[in-house]
Nanobody, 125 residues
Framework: QVQLVESGGGLVQAGDSLRLSCVVS????????MGWFRQAAGREREFVAA????????DYADSVKGRFTISRDRPKNKLYLQMNSLEPEDTAVYYC??????????????????WGQGTQVTVSS
């Protein structure tokens, strides 16, 4: 079992920065990768970024590449998403997720086994 709790969301203006955090507990040794996904109102959940837990290899959605940075602090069992140059289009509920299967396709939300409760990010223009 893996438990995930996101935090750090809020209301910001376009161009601002925000850092999301995700506390990971439980059997962290079973984790292959961690990802961030988001779901805007009336839209489907979409991939944002992912990182392999041990190796630190990253992957980003084109929409956030160059603006967002995913990172993890393994000793602290934390996952982060640094979001810079935020745009109104980034407004969504952001979820962290844990993927257990080795060499899974990290962009696919259906591959993930555990999910946090989500944290709201709202970017005003």
């Amino acid at each position: 079992q893996v438990q995930l709790v996101e935090s750090g969301g809020g209301l910001v203006q376009a161009g601002d920065s925000l850092r999301l955090s995700c506390v990971v507990s439980g059997r962290t040794s079973s984790i292959y990768a961690m990802g961030w996904f988001r779901q805007a109102a009336g839209r489907e959940r979409e991939f944002v970024a992912a990182v392999t837990w041990l190796g630190g290899s990253t992957d980003y959605a084109d929409s956030v590449k160059g603006r967002f940075t995913i990172s993890r602090d393994r000793p602290k069992n934390k996952l982060y998403l640094q979001m810079n140059s935020l745009e109104p289009e980034d407004t969504a509920v952001y979820y962290c997720a844990a993927l257990l299967r080795y060499l899974s396709f990290m962009r696919n939300s259906k591959e993930y086994n555990y999910w946090g409760q989500g944290t709201q990010v709202t970017v005003s223009s």
